[in-house]
């Protein structure tokens, strides 16, 4: 523990960690934390059980567990033990919570995400799509299971999330179980859009190379893939869809384009490559589109974000 932290903290920090090895010193933050400790959160309103969960760490939690902390507690974003184990991409942690009655698959987020979308947005690749499969076969102790027809608030699904959250190997588990590479979210952003936004370059190449959709593939909105990587600051995403197909000419239903894309996110980096890629200066690109979007040309020079 460090000599500035509270046993709380360190409680906090050592749950993050939820390897077998800090059994000992989690027991040892417990008695010194005491019930302050089970109580205190991080910044995303998570507990020490709530992290020990997101870790995949078993043992943990079920060491906090019998310290009586709350099984019903939430995040901030209303994620509780059923989503974050899914996260996490343990099954076997989320198999025991199941058989011990502690979660069901039918639990969501505030922005409707289930067990199935956490897993197929989870950072753990192939434990992901472990997860993946584990959900949709029905778990033991699960009163069902989950579905591929499960969709957020924002109306993607399992195969959108996993394509933001750059994970090829969960698209392909998903498109085994028949997932279609034809879904859309509510505004019409398919899987190319999603994997541009999220920034991962292999989900990128994956989604032209392997499932065949075209760079300029546009949502409801008009917006291709381009336009959101830039918006969004990929760098090399925006790079690499304009050597494999995108054009500088893209614009969407308002006619933006990506210079204005990247303007609107100011997201200097992506402006200066463009201005690379494009051979014209950033004020050159700029002109052009100052009729068009004057606001958003000004309010990105006033802030500096831009460096000739």
Known sequence: MDIDES????????CACAEPNDEDSIKVLLCQAGADGLRAVDAEGRSPLLIACSSGGLSAVQMLLEARADSESVDLGGRGLCLLAAESG?????????????????ECAED????????????????????????????????????????????????????EAGAP?????????????????????????FAAAGGSLAMVEFCVKDLKFACDVRDGDGDTP?????????????????RNGSSLEERNADGMSAAM??????????????SRLSGESAE?????????????????LEKGAAEM
């Open 7 to 14: 046993p709380s903290q360190a409680l906090l920090r050592a």
């Open 90 to 106: 343990s099954r076997e942690l989320l198999a025991w919570l199941l058989g011990q009655g502690l979660v069901n698959l039918t």
């Open 112 to 163: 409707g995400s289930t067990a199935l979308l956490c897993a197929a947005g989870g950072q753990h690749a192939e434990q992901s799509a472990q997860m993946v499969a584990f959900l949709l076969d029905g778990p033991p102790g699960a009163q069902t299971a989950s579905s591929l027809e499960e969709r957020d608030e924002r109306g993607a699904d399992a195969l959108l999330c996993a394509a």
């Open 169 to 193: 190997a969960v698209v392909k588990e998903l498109l085994r179980r028949g997932a279609s590479v034809a879904t859309v979210d509510a505004h019409g952003c398919g899987l190319l859009h």
């Open 226 to 242: 381009l336009l959101i990587a830039a918006y969004e600051g990929n760098c090399e995403v925006v790079e690499w869809l304009l």
């Open 261 to 274: 894309s990247a303007a609107a996110g100011e997201q200097s980096e992506v402006l200066a490559l463009l």
């Open 284 to 300: 050159s690109l700029w002109v052009k589109e100052l009729d068009r979007h004057p606001e958003l040309v000004l309010n990105f």
